[in-house]
C-alpha cells in the first residue's frame, strides 16, 4: 500500500496533534518533579551529556514521535543517504558529506563506485601542500615564507570553515601549532571587507585559496580578481601562480584565472555547500593554519558521530531525538524559532553557522514531490554565547514569546584562569549560568513567590516569570578539534532528521536563486547608465526611483574607472 503524500496525512502525525492538548496542561514544574522522567531523557554518547528533561514533552510524548519516524520511514532515509542512493531529487544528487570524514578503508558509493578513495586523494594533496607551505619549502615570489592565508568564499565556503577556525583558535593544542600564521576570511562582495582582510597584510607572506566550485559565483570571482590585482600590483602578473590556489572542479577556468590546475582542490557534487566544512573547502585553509594533525582529529570527532548517527537506536541516539523534537516544537506546539547557546566564546560563530545549514536545508514550503505543505516546517535560527546573549535577548526569551534553546555547555574550559581570593574560577562563573538558565526558563517564579518576597503590589506583574520555556542541554567533555567535529555533526543530522520528518529536500537550495537572477538585471542596468548614460527602465516605481536616486548620488564615478584597491 503507498505511504500517505504528506506525512501530516499519517496516525502519528494525527496522535501527536490530539496530545498536544495533553501538553498544554502541564507545566514543566509538575514535569521536572518527576525523577525518572528526567533520568529517561538523559542520553550519553563518547563523554557528550544531552539533558531534553526541560522539553515541553512526557515519556509518551517521545514514543508518539518515535512513532512519526517509523511512519516517515526515517531509518530508511538515513540508509538511503549513507548508501549513496539520489536522495537529493531536484538536482539529482547524492547526499554524502559523511564520506568526507570516512576512514580511509570504508566504502561509500555514489553511482556505484567508491567515493572513499577520492576523498582521501584529495586529503593526502591537502596534506602534503600545507606540510610545504608551513615548513617554508613552498614560499612565494620573493622567496618569502607565506604565513597569512586569505580563504575566498561565500555561503557554505565561509561560514562552517570560520566557525571551525575561531573555535580552534583558543585550544592550546591548535593554537600551538597555529604560532607565527593568520587565516582570513573573505565572504562579502562589500569592498569594506576586502579593505578589512588585507588591511595589514603583505602580498609577498600572502598565500591566497579561492573557492568557488564552478569558479563562476560572482562575489566570490569578484573578490578573487582584487585579490589577483592586489597581488599583481605589488608582485607581478606572473607572481599569482604562486601566491593563490583555488577549490574548485573547473580546472579550465582555474587556469584561465592564472591558477596552477596542479594547485586547484577537487569536490564534488554530492557535497552541499553548507556540508561542505570537512572537504577541501574547510579542511585546506583549516589545515595552512593549524597544520593536517590537527584538523584530522577534527575529522574524526565528525566521523563519531556519522556512526552514532547511523546505528544508535533512535530513543539512544542525539542527533535523531534532537531533530524529532525540533519537530514536535515548530509543527506542534507553534514555537517557529530556535536559540543556538553556547556557552563558549569559541563557539561565538557557530550559531551563524547553523544559521546556514538549518535555515537553507529547511526553509521550505513544498514536499520532496512538490505538494504544498499544510504545516509549518524550518526554524528560525539566531544565537550568542552565553552570558553575552543574557545581556542582549534573554529578556524576551524569559518573559516574552517562547523560544525553545539549545544549552551547550563545555567541561573543561580551553583557557582556564583561576583568581586567588575568588569565590570560584571564570569557567565555574560561566557554567554557572549556564546550569541556572535552563532551570529559570521552566520553572518561571510565580506571583505568589513574590508576594511572600515582599515585592511592591504594582511590580508583581512585571516581575513574573511564567516559565514553561522549553530547552535542552548538551554538555561536551572539552573543546578540542575532536569535540568540534562532534558537534558539526550532531546538528548537520539533525537537520537532516527534521527534513526527512517533515518530508521535504534538505539538500537542495532554489530560494537563493531568485534575488540573484534579478540582481543580473539591476547589474545591467548600472552599467548601462554609467557608461552610456541610459535610463533606467524596465523595473516598478518604487526600485526605478531607489536606482535613479544612487545613480545621481555617485555620477562621480567616472564610466572607465582606474583600478583603486582599498588605502588602510
Given at each position: 500500500?503507498?505511504?500517505?503524500?504528506?506525512?501530516?496525512?499519517?496516525?502519528?502525525?494525527?496522535?501527536?496533534?490530539?496530545?498536544?492538548?495533553?501538553?498544554?496542561?502541564?507545566?514543566?514544574?509538575?514535569?521536572?518533579?518527576?525523577?525518572?522522567?528526567?533520568?529517561?531523557?538523559?542520553?550519553?554518547?563518547?563523554?557528550?551529556?544531552?539533558?531534553?528533561?526541560?522539553?515541553?514533552?512526557?515519556?509518551?510524548?517521545?514514543?508518539?514521535?518515535?512513532?512519526?519516524?517509523?511512519?516517515?520511514?526515517?531509518?530508511?532515509?538515513?540508509?538511503?543517504?549513507?548508501?549513496?542512493?539520489?536522495?537529493?531529487?531536484?538536482?539529482?544528487?547524492?547526499?554524502?558529506?559523511?564520506?568526507?570524514?570516512?576512514?580511509?578503508?570504508?566504502?561509500?558509493?555514489?553511482?556505484?563506485?567508491?567515493?572513499?578513495?577520492?576523498?582521501?586523494?584529495?586529503?593526502?594533496?591537502?596534506?602534503?601542500?600545507?606540510?610545504?607551505?608551513?615548513?617554508?619549502?613552498?614560499?612565494?615570489?620573493?622567496?618569502?615564507?607565506?604565513?597569512?592565508?586569505?580563504?575566498?568564499?561565500?555561503?557554505?565556503?565561509?561560514?562552517?570553515?570560520?566557525?571551525?577556525?575561531?573555535?580552534?583558535?583558543?585550544?592550546?593544542?591548535?593554537?600551538?601549532?597555529?604560532?607565527?600564521?593568520?587565516?582570513?576570511?573573505?565572504?562579502?562582495?562589500?569592498?569594506?571587507?576586502?579593505?578589512?582582510n588585507i588591511s595589514g597584510l603583505d602580498p609577498e607572506t600572502t598565500l591566497v585559496v579561492v573557492v568557488s566550485k564552478t569558479f563562476t559565483t560572482a562575489e566570490t570571482m569578484l573578490n578573487a580578481r582584487t585579490l589577483r590585482e592586489w597581488i599583481s600590483a605589488a608582485l607581478g602578473p606572473s607572481a599569482v601562480a604562486k601566491h593563490m590556489v583555488a577549490v574548485s572542479t573547473?580546472?579550465?577556468?582555474?587556469?584561465?584565472?592564472?591558477?596552477?590546475?596542479?594547485?586547484?582542490?577537487?569536490?564534488?557534487?554530492?557535497?552541499?555547500?553548507?556540508?561542505?566544512?570537512?572537504?577541501?573547502?574547510?579542511?585546506?585553509?583549516?589545515?595552512?593554519?593549524?597544520?593536517?594533525?590537527?584538523?584530522?582529529?577534527?575529522?574524526?570527532?565528525?566521523?563519531?558521530?556519522?556512526?552514532?548517527?547511523?546505528?544508535?537506536?533512535?530513543?539512544?541516539?542525539?542527533?535523531?531525538?534532537?531533530?524529532?523534537?525540533?519537530?514536535?516544537?515548530?509543527?506542534?506546539?507553534?514555537?517557529?524559532?530556535?536559540?543556538?547557546?553556547?556557552?563558549?566564546?569559541?563557539?561565538?560563530?557557530?550559531?551563524?553557522?547553523?544559521?546556514?545549514?538549518?535555515?537553507?536545508?529547511?526553509?521550505?514550503?513544498?514536499?520532496?514531490?512538490?505538494?504544498?505543505?499544510?504545516?509549518?516546517?524550518?526554524?528560525?535560527?539566531?544565537?550568542?554565547?552565553?552570558?553575552?546573549?543574557?545581556?542582549?535577548?534573554?529578556?524576551?526569551?524569559?518573559?516574552?514569546?517562547?523560544?525553545?534553546?539549545?544549552?551547550?555547555?563545555?567541561?573543561?574550559?580551553?583557557?582556564?584562569?583561576?583568581?586567588?581570593?575568588?569565590?570560584?574560577?571564570?569557567?565555574?562563573?560561566?557554567?554557572?549560568?549556564?546550569?541556572?538558565?535552563?532551570?529559570?526558563?521552566?520553572?518561571g517564579k510565580t506571583p505568589e513567590q513574590l508576594q511572600t518576597e515582599n515585592v511592591a503590589h504594582h511590580l508583581i506583574p512585571h516581575k513574573t516569570f511564567t516559565g514553561n520555556r522549553p530547552s535542552l542541554s548538551l554538555l561536551l567533555p572539552s573543546l578540542t578539534a575532536y569535540n568540534i567535529g562532534q558537534l558539526l555533526a550532531i546538528y548537520e543530522h539533525r537537520v537532516a532528521v527534521q527534513g526527512f520528518i517533515w518530508g521535504i529536500n534538505s539538500f537542495d537550495q532554489w530560494g537563493v536563486e531568485l534575488g540573484k537572477s534579478l540582481a543580473t538585471q539591476v547589474r545591467k542596468q548600472l552599467h548601462a547608465s554609467r557608461v552610456k548614460g541610459e535610463p533606467v527602465e524596465g523595473f516598478n516605481y518604487s526600485t526605478a526611483t531607489m536606482l535613479?536616486?544612487?545613480?545621481?548620488?555617485?555620477?562621480?564615478?567616472?564610466?572607465?574607472?582606474?583600478?583603486?584597491?582599498?588605502?588602510?
Amino acid at each position: 500500500m503507498a505511504s500517505p503524500a504528506l506525512i501530516s496525512e499519517t496516525q502519528p502525525w494525527n496522535d501527536l496533534k490530539g496530545h498536544v492538548e495533553d501538553i498544554k496542561r502541564t507545566h514543566l514544574r509538575e514535569l521536572m518533579a518527576d525523577a525518572e522522567r528526567c533520568r529517561s531523557m538523559m542520553v550519553e554518547f563518547d563523554n557528550i551529556l544531552l539533558d531534553y528533561s526541560r522539553q515541553r514533552a512526557t515519556l509518551d510524548t517521545i514514543d508518539k514521535l518515535l512513532a512519526l519516524a517509523e511512519a516517515a520511514s526515517l531509518k530508511q532515509k538515513i540508509d538511503r543517504m549513507y548508501n549513496g542512493e539520489r536522495i537529493n531529487s531536484t538536482e539529482n544528487r547524492t547526499v554524502l558529506h559523511v564520506a568526507l570524514r570516512a576512514p580511509r578503508d570504508a566504502v561509500i558509493c555514489s553511482d556505484g563506485k567508491n567515493v572513499v578513495p577520492d576523498v582521501w586523494n584529495v586529503l593526502d594533496k591537502i596534506k602534503e601542500f600545507s606540510e610545504r607551505v608551513r615548513s617554508g619549502s613552498w614560499v612565494g615570489a620573493t622567496g618569502k615564507v607565506l604565513k597569512d592565508v586569505i580563504a575566498v568564499g561565500i555561503g557554505g565556503s565561509f561560514l562552517g570553515p570560520l566557525f571551525v577556525h575561531t573555535a580552534l583558535q583558543t585550544d592550546p593544542e591548535a593554537s600551538e601549532h597555529a604560532r607565527g600564521r593568520q587565516l582570513r576570511f573573505l565572504a562579502n562582495v562589500d569592498p569594506i571587507d576586502v579593505a578589512r582582510n588585507i588591511s595589514g597584510l603583505d602580498p609577498e607572506t600572502t598565500l591566497v585559496v579561492v573557492v568557488s566550485k564552478t569558479f563562476t559565483t560572482a562575489e566570490t570571482m569578484l573578490n578573487a580578481r582584487t585579490l589577483r590585482e592586489w597581488i599583481s600590483a605589488a608582485l607581478g602578473p606572473s607572481a599569482v601562480a604562486k601566491h593563490m590556489v583555488a577549490v574548485s572542479t573547473n580546472l579550465p577556468l582555474v587556469e584561465k584565472f592564472g591558477i596552477d590546475p596542479n594547485n586547484a582542490f577537487a569536490f564534488w557534487d554530492w557535497v552541499g555547500g553548507r556540508y561542505s566544512v570537512c572537504s577541501a573547502v574547510g579542511v585546506l585553509p583549516l589545515s595552512l593554519q593549524y597544520g593536517f594533525p590537527i584538523v584530522e582529529k577534527f575529522l574524526k570527532g565528525a566521523q563519531s558521530i556519522d556512526q552514532h548517527f547511523h546505528t544508535a537506536p533512535f530513543d539512544k541516539n542525539i542527533p535523531v531525538l534532537l531533530g524529532l523534537l525540533s519537530v514536535w516544537n515548530v509543527s506542534f506546539l507553534g514555537y517557529p524559532a530556535r536559540a543556538i547557546l553556547p556557552y563558549s566564546q569559541a563557539l561565538e560563530k557557530f550559531a551563524p553557522h547553523i544559521q546556514q545549514v538549518s535555515m537553507e536545508s529547511n526553509g521550505k514550503g513544498v514536499s520532496i514531490d512538490g505538494v504544498p505543505l499544510p504545516f509549518e516546517a524550518g526554524e528560525i535560527d539566531f544565537g550568542e554565547p552565553g552570558t553575552n546573549g543574557q545581556h542582549s535577548f534573554y529578556q524576551l526569551i524569559h518573559q516574552g514569546r517562547v523560544i525553545p534553546c539549545d544549552f551547550i555547555g563545555v567541561v573543561k574550559s580551553q583557557q582556564p584562569v583561576y583568581l586567588k581570593g575568588e569565590v570560584v574560577s571564570n569557567h565555574d562563573e560561566l557554567m554557572s549560568n549556564f546550569f541556572a538558565q535552563p532551570d529559570a526558563l521552566a520553572y518561571g517564579k510565580t506571583p505568589e513567590q513574590l508576594q511572600t518576597e515582599n515585592v511592591a503590589h504594582h511590580l508583581i506583574p512585571h516581575k513574573t516569570f511564567t516559565g514553561n520555556r522549553p530547552s535542552l542541554s548538551l554538555l561536551l567533555p572539552s573543546l578540542t578539534a575532536y569535540n568540534i567535529g562532534q558537534l558539526l555533526a550532531i546538528y548537520e543530522h539533525r537537520v537532516a532528521v527534521q527534513g526527512f520528518i517533515w518530508g521535504i529536500n534538505s539538500f537542495d537550495q532554489w530560494g537563493v536563486e531568485l534575488g540573484k537572477s534579478l540582481a543580473t538585471q539591476v547589474r545591467k542596468q548600472l552599467h548601462a547608465s554609467r557608461v552610456k548614460g541610459e535610463p533606467v527602465e524596465g523595473f516598478n516605481y518604487s526600485t526605478a526611483t531607489m536606482l535613479t536616486r544612487y545613480l545621481e548620488a555617485t555620477s562621480d564615478v567616472p564610466s572607465d574607472p582606474p583600478t583603486l584597491l582599498p588605502r588602510i
